[in-house]
């Protein structure tokens, strides 16, 4: 790996440079729902008067995602920022995948197949294929359509039986919207099956609550999920529908995300449990909240929880959702190679980098910020601190660890041990996930008191500071009518929560008190790039660095004089 280029032209500043990523956090396209706009933000302000500022794509092909409907999400963003080039991902890489028929040709849907052929549970019941899944077309983890594809296709080979476990979204998508998939997909299963094929759904729950927990936040949700899709042990219903609506009663208010779980039972006994000799398909193709389940099937040395028994199936992820330590070991379809990362130059280059978050955004402030890479570049040259995130609902804490992560930065600047520091502040992204709108100001004014306070440490230090965010989300809290822009109302005439990321774009602001003259920095004119996406970044923090971005890398923020 070659280091970077030094910028004859750049005058060097006393600090280091930090990058400050605001997790969920856009310009709102309406003034109703969006708590950004609404909530003090004092410092933010201030730091934007002064400073020059665009606004950055961050959904869509800006991320690699196939088609600009398609909303960004923190490990996209998180990729395209810290690799300064867009590639094609989950999503797009699926939808390519089964369009061209190569998912089914290769060696691991073969093996999922051929498993349950090849075998019988008591010699009386075909093997069964079971899809573990966010059942949603979000597009930000999963899509229905790639697993009715799969579904489809096993009948085509000859699979006989197929059990779906379900995990409603409730946040990439409407917050109750669970029975608008429910219904029309019991009827694609029902259209399909006939005397040679059976494919049912046998369990599920909201995906805040069991089996998609990430960073190893709360083993309990997917302890609970190996519970509910494996051992058959939660509460039995007679149909999804019964569930939800059983759910929604007993518990009012309760949105799909933290729905309780359920298995479908006939005559007492759970219809869809997973027994040796069945395939395991966990059709999720965005990797942090799929890699717990994973290990859970496929460690040996398993000790999180207590799996009373572990089924010997066949199992594949949708995707290697670790590139490093090759997990899943079966997957359907590869990720993008991704090479030549920020992180990997600037170890190249020997710049001495923090990057530091909560536990929540952790994985994204490193892993994916490195390109999907496990582990550091270079160990003398790299600091990684995890502050543990509170495990409470997020509307109780909205504050989350902030002041813990700007008490670190703050010490980091003053410090002279480091050149480069990147930090992500998860406040709007998982607060805003809850819906709750009061607690997403909150989160928002508790943040902002961090930003004044680590813009002080860059005055004092001369340091430079970037802000910017991966995707919006906290800018759009409410539903709104597509056609008039009008917020949609619940039945009791108040506004529907949207929990879903937004459309909108985000900010760069380059926040420089001891600029030089290197390149435009007159906040009242158009003084940086326009049109550029969160990809940018990178580039834009070489520069800010002193060096030559590499020609391939989009191109930076800054408009050189």
């Given at each position: 790996?070659e280091?970077l280029?030094?910028n004859p032209?750049?005058?060097s500043?006393?600090?280091?440079?930090v990058?400050?990523?605001?997790?969920?956090?856009?310009y709102?396209?309406?003034?109703?729902?969006?708590?950004?706009?609404?909530?003090?933000?004092?410092h933010?302000?201030?730091?934007k008067?002064k400073?020059p500022?665009?606004r950055?794509k961050?959904?869509?092909?800006?991320?690699?995602?196939p088609?600009?409907?398609?909303?960004?999400?923190?490990?996209?963003?998180?990729?395209?920022?810290?690799?300064?080039?867009v590639?094609?991902?989950?999503?797009a890489?699926?939808?390519k995948s089964?369009?061209?028929?190569?998912?089914?040709?290769g060696?691991?849907?073969?093996?999922?197949?051929?498993?349950?052929k090849?075998?019988?549970?008591?010699g009386?019941?075909?093997?069964?294929?079971?899809?573990?899944?966010l059942?949603?077309?979000?597009?930000?983890?999963?899509?229905?359509?790639?697993l009715?594809?799969?579904?489809?296709?096993?009948?085509?080979?000859?699979?006989?039986?197929?059990?779906?476990?379900v995990l409603f979204?409730?946040?990439?998508v409407?917050?109750?919207?669970a029975l608008?998939?429910?219904?029309?997909?019991?009827?694609f299963l029902?259209?399909?099956?006939?005397?040679?094929?059976?494919a049912?759904?046998?369990?599920g729950?909201?995906?805040?609550?069991?089996?998609?927990?990430?960073?190893?936040a709360d083993?309990?949700?997917?302890?609970?999920?190996w519970q509910?899709?494996?051992?058959?042990?939660?509460?039995q219903f007679?149909s999804t529908?019964?569930?939800?609506?059983t759910?929604r009663?007993?518990?009012?208010?309760?949105?799909?995300?933290?729905?309780?779980?359920f298995?479908?039972?006939?005559?007492?006994?759970?219809?869809g449990?997973?027994?040796?000799?069945?395939s395991v398909?966990?059709?999720?193709?965005?990797?942090?909240r799929?890699?717990?389940?994973?290990?859970a099937?496929?460690e040996?040395n398993?000790?999180?929880?207590d799996?009373?028994?572990?089924?010997?199936?066949?199992?594949?992820?949708?995707?290697?959702?670790d590139?490093?330590?090759?997990?899943?070991?079966?997957y359907?379809?590869?990720?993008?190679?991704i090479?030549r990362?920020?992180?990997?130059?600037?170890?190249a280059?020997?710049?001495?980098t923090l990057?530091?978050?909560?536990t929540q955004?952790?994985g994204?402030?490193t892993y994916?910020?490195?390109?999907?890479r496990t582990?550091?570049?270079?160990?003398?040259?790299?600091t990684?601190?995890?502050?543990?995130?509170?495990?409470?609902p997020?509307?109780?804490?909205?504050?989350m660890?902030c002041?813990?992560?700007a008490?670190?930065?703050?010490?980091?600047?003053?410090?002279g041990?480091?050149?480069?520091?990147?930090?992500?502040?998860?406040?709007?992204d998982?607060?805003?996930?809850?819906?709750i709108?009061?607690?997403?100001?909150?989160?928002?004014?508790?943040m902002d008191?961090?930003?004044?306070?680590?813009?002080?440490?860059?005055?004092?230090?001369?340091?430079?500071?970037?802000?910017t965010?991966?995707h919006?989300?906290?800018?759009?809290m409410?539903e709104?009518?597509?056609?008039?822009?009008?917020?949609?109302?619940?039945s009791?005439?108040?506004?529907?929560?949207k929990t879903?990321h937004?459309?909108?774009?985000?900010?760069c602001?380059?926040?420089d008190?001891?600029?030089?003259?290197?390149?435009?920095n007159?906040p009242?004119?158009?003084?940086l790039?326009?049109?550029?996406?969160i990809?940018?970044?990178?580039?834009?923090?070489?520069?800010?660095?002193?060096?030559v971005?590499?020609?391939?890398?989009?191109?930076s923020?800054l408009i050189?004089?």
């Amino acid at each position: 790996m070659e280091a970077l280029k030094k910028n004859p032209a750049w005058k060097s500043r006393r600090g280091p440079v930090v990058l400050v990523i605001m997790d969920g956090v856009g310009y709102g396209k309406y003034r109703e729902g969006d708590a950004v706009a609404d909530s003090k933000m004092d410092h933010l302000t201030a730091i934007k008067a002064k400073s020059p500022n665009t606004r950055l794509k961050a959904h869509g092909t800006a991320v690699g995602l196939p088609s600009d409907e398609d909303m960004g999400n923190s490990e996209v963003g998180h990729n395209a920022m810290g690799c300064g080039r867009v590639f094609n991902q989950g999503a797009a890489l699926v939808s390519k995948s089964i369009a061209a028929g190569a998912m089914f040709e290769g060696t691991a849907w073969k093996e999922i197949v051929a498993n349950v052929k090849n075998s019988q549970i008591d010699g009386q019941r075909p093997s069964t294929i079971h899809f573990i899944g966010l059942f949603s077309d979000g597009n930000v983890h999963s899509h229905l359509d790639h697993l009715k594809a799969m579904i489809i296709q096993a009948k085509k080979d000859g699979a006989k039986r197929v059990v779906v476990h379900v995990l409603f979204d409730g946040r990439d998508v409407g917050e109750t919207s669970a029975l608008e998939y429910v219904d029309p997909f019991e009827d694609f299963l029902k259209e399909l099956s006939d005397s040679s094929f059976d494919a049912k759904i046998g369990s599920g729950g909201g995906r805040m609550w069991i089996t998609m927990d990430r960073y190893g936040a709360d083993w309990s949700m997917v302890d609970r999920g190996w519970q509910c899709h494996v051992l058959g042990t939660a509460r039995q219903f007679a149909s999804t529908r019964e569930a939800v609506e059983t759910y929604r009663k007993e518990i009012p208010g309760i949105i799909d995300q933290d729905l309780k779980e359920f298995v479908i039972a006939r005559d007492g006994k759970p219809i869809g449990t997973i027994e040796d000799g069945d395939s395991v398909v966990y059709f999720n193709f965005r990797g942090d909240r799929a890699l717990e389940m994973t290990a859970a099937f496929e460690e040996n040395n398993f000790d999180k929880f207590d799996r009373k028994r572990r089924p010997k199936v066949c199992y594949a992820g949708m995707m290697e959702y670790d590139g490093d330590l090759h997990v899943p070991s079966r997957y359907l379809v590869s990720p993008p190679a991704i090479d030549r990362t920020l992180g990997e130059y600037l170890a190249a280059t020997g710049v001495r980098t923090l990057a530091i978050s909560e536990t929540q955004k952790f994985g994204h402030v490193t892993y994916f910020f490195n390109g999907n890479r496990t582990g550091k570049f270079d160990d003398k040259l790299e600091t990684y601190i995890e502050i543990k995130s509170d495990i409470v609902p997020f509307e109780q804490r909205p504050w989350m660890k902030c002041a813990d992560i700007a008490d670190q930065v703050i010490e980091a600047i003053h410090s002279g041990k480091y050149d480069f520091i990147r930090l992500n502040f998860p406040n709007g992204d998982m607060v805003g996930h809850t819906g709750i709108y009061q607690a997403v100001v909150c989160s928002m004014e508790a943040m902002d008191l961090q930003l004044g306070r680590i813009a002080k440490a860059v005055d004092e230090s001369g340091a430079v500071m970037l802000i910017t965010a991966d995707h919006g989300n906290s800018d759009d809290m409410y539903e709104h009518d597509k056609k008039t822009g009008a917020v949609s109302l619940k039945s009791d005439g108040t506004p529907r929560a949207k929990t879903a990321h937004s459309l909108n774009p985000v900010p760069c602001i380059i926040y420089d008190p001891e600029y030089q003259g290197e390149y435009s920095n007159d906040p009242k004119e158009n003084c940086l790039n326009e049109g550029l996406g969160i990809s940018s970044v990178a580039a834009t923090c070489i520069q800010l660095l002193g060096y030559v971005p590499p020609v391939d890398y989009d191109k930076s923020a800054l408009i050189g004089k």
